[in-house]
């Protein structure tokens, strides 16, 4: 701050290390769209780039740098010159976006060298695998300016598995826009719906099991999204009401449910799964990475992996419709409460501004 009570003008750069677009890619077009004037952005991301990425950056006006995917710790060439291509934006700090602990984790070692603050966000846990990976991973973090952790999950991996101090890590939950809810349709049949990329990790396959369990006459599935799983997926569903809608307009297509459905195997913390809460949804989700605290009282956890768990939790909102409504309704003031965009970008910023003051 200066004495004005103005911010100073600083430039963050994201770094998005993937071609395909999910959760962890959203986290960063929410930042380019709500982080406040003070703060320029830039964009340094890999070929081919993403189709929403690249239309955030241009409806924004933020530079977007694109370089060749880094193949590996033996691919010195394409490191190099991610690296340049982010000290060509000449940011003052750098925020790059880790999907979990071992993504990136090269231009994550390369861009800890630099003298420029370096912030990471991890989106979601999985195990590590050998002790030379490990050390090599401890070796990066421990070179970070601050970390950020989505959920406990992933600040529990940071500060255990990592060993990285308390006093680096924060954990800041991702925020959602605020909306007002939506009027529950009348209708003969529930309309259960799921939002997602179509691939294995979202276990789309075991709520189309699922399905198979419920009175289909009173049910309808639409499973909204795109991904390689489709095919198979269409396959599964033959003889079922289940339709795959591909992609939607995530707003109009929650206001069209009537009990939301997140049967991940894998999961951080869902951006799907806090739009649904906060558009008063019932919801049923598997107990897997963050979803457990984020959701709380507010809907019915199951087992991954478990299709007859997951119709007997999808069948008691089916039969009841006051289940349905009260559970909304504890779902859209839980997420008011603390998954808004406001309080996201808020945190962020304070992130942003620890890292800056290092």
Not at 28 to 43: C, D, F, N, Y
Not at 191 to 207: F, M, N, Q, T
Not at 302 to 329: C, H, I, Y
Request: net charge negative; with cysteine.
């Amino acid at each position: 701050m200066t004495e004005a009570g103005t911010r100073t003008p600083a430039r963050v750069t994201f770094v998005v290390d993937s071609s395909a677009y999910g959760g962890a890619e959203t986290y960063v077009v929410r930042l380019l769209e709500h982080l406040p004037g003070w703060l320029e952005r830039a964009v340094v991301t890999v070929t081919p780039v993403q189709e929403e990425i690249a239309d955030a950056a241009g409806r924004l006006a933020v530079p977007l740098v694109a370089a060749e995917p880094v193949g590996g710790k033996f691919d010195l060439v394409r490191l190099v010159q991610q690296v340049k291509a982010v000290r060509g934006t000449r940011p003052d700090l750098i925020h790059v976006n880790l999907a979990t602990v071992g993504h990136s984790r090269h231009v994550l070692a390369a861009l800890a060298l630099l003298r420029t603050p370096l912030v990471a966000t991890l989106h979601s846990h999985v195990r590590i695998n050998g002790g030379l990976q490990l050390r090599f991973l401890r070796a990066a973090y421990g070179r970070l300016a601050r970390a950020i952790a989505v959920s406990e999950e992933t600040r529990r991996q940071l500060c255990y598995d990592l060993r990285m101090s308390d006093d680096v890590v924060r954990i800041v939950p991702n925020g959602v826009a605020e909306h007002p809810g939506a009027p529950r349709r009348a209708g003969p049949t529930v309309r259960i719906g799921a939002l997602g990329r179509l691939s294995p990790e979202k276990g789309l396959d075991v709520l189309i099991e699922a399905t198979r369990r419920l009175d289909t006459g009173s049910v309808e599935v639409a499973i909204a999204g795109a991904g390689p799983e489709r095919d198979v997926l269409e396959r599964q569903a033959v003889g079922l009401p289940v339709a795959l809608d591909g992609v939607v307009d995530a707003a109009a297509f929650l206001g069209g449910l009537d009990v939301f459905c997140l049967p991940s195997r894998v999961e951080g913390l869902p951006f799907a799964l806090l739009e649904a809460m906060m558009t008063g949804l019932p919801c049923v989700a598997t107990a897997v990475g963050g979803v457990p605290d984020a959701l709380g009282p507010a809907g019915i956890l199951v087992p991954p992996d478990d299709p007859d768990a997951l119709a007997e939790a999808l069948g008691e909102l089916v039969d009841s419709p006051e289940r349905r409504r009260s559970l909304g309704e504890v779902a859209r003031a839980r997420a008011v409460e603390r998954f808004s965009i406001d309080r996201m970008v808020g945190e962020t910023v304070a992130v942003y501004s620890e890292a800056l003051a290092a």
